[in-house]
């Protein structure tokens, strides 16, 4: 599976992005998918994760209310909505994908279990 990430950019705080995550090579709709971000000096963290149908969403608690992931498996793409964007969601954002029908929270919030990932998108955020 080839994920490639875009819609990042620079932002002023309380703005919005989409960013998209397209996948080829496989279809989507037997995976599960995340969002992860790493910012300067940080190491990466969990951001969202959506099951294979779409029927389960997870977020960290920092972006709940605020970010909403979703998926459209026809388009084989992954999305992530985010809204009222701060300073601290400034980070590269990258798209991981894991062949799973699991909808375990725990097990999709789990960066080490996901095989395929894209180069990542930068988000920038201004005050």
């Known amino acids: 599976v080839q994920l490639v990430e875009s819609g990042g950019g620079l932002v002023q705080a309380g703005e919005s992005l989409r960013l998209s995550c397209a996948a080829s090579?496989?279809?989507?709709?037997?995976?599960?998918m995340g969002w992860f971000r790493q910012a300067p000096g940080k190491e990466r963290e969990f951001v969202a994760a959506?099951?294979?149908?779409?029927?389960?969403?997870y977020y960290v608690d920092s972006v709940k209310g605020r970010f909403t992931i979703s998926r459209d498996n026809a388009k084989n793409t992954v999305y992530l909505q985010m809204n009222s964007l701060k300073p601290e969601d400034t980070a590269g954002y990258y798209c991981?994908?894991?062949?799973?029908?699991?909808?375990?929270?725990?097990?999709?919030?789990?960066?080490?279990?996901?095989?395929?990932w894209g180069q990542g998108t930068q988000v920038t955020v201004s005050s």
């Open positions: 959506i099951n294979w149908n779409g029927r389960n969403t």
């Open positions: 090579g496989h279809t989507l709709s037997k995976y599960a």
């Open positions: 991981a994908a894991e062949r799973t029908y699991s909808s375990d929270d725990y097990y999709l919030r789990n960066e080490a279990l996901y095989d395929y």
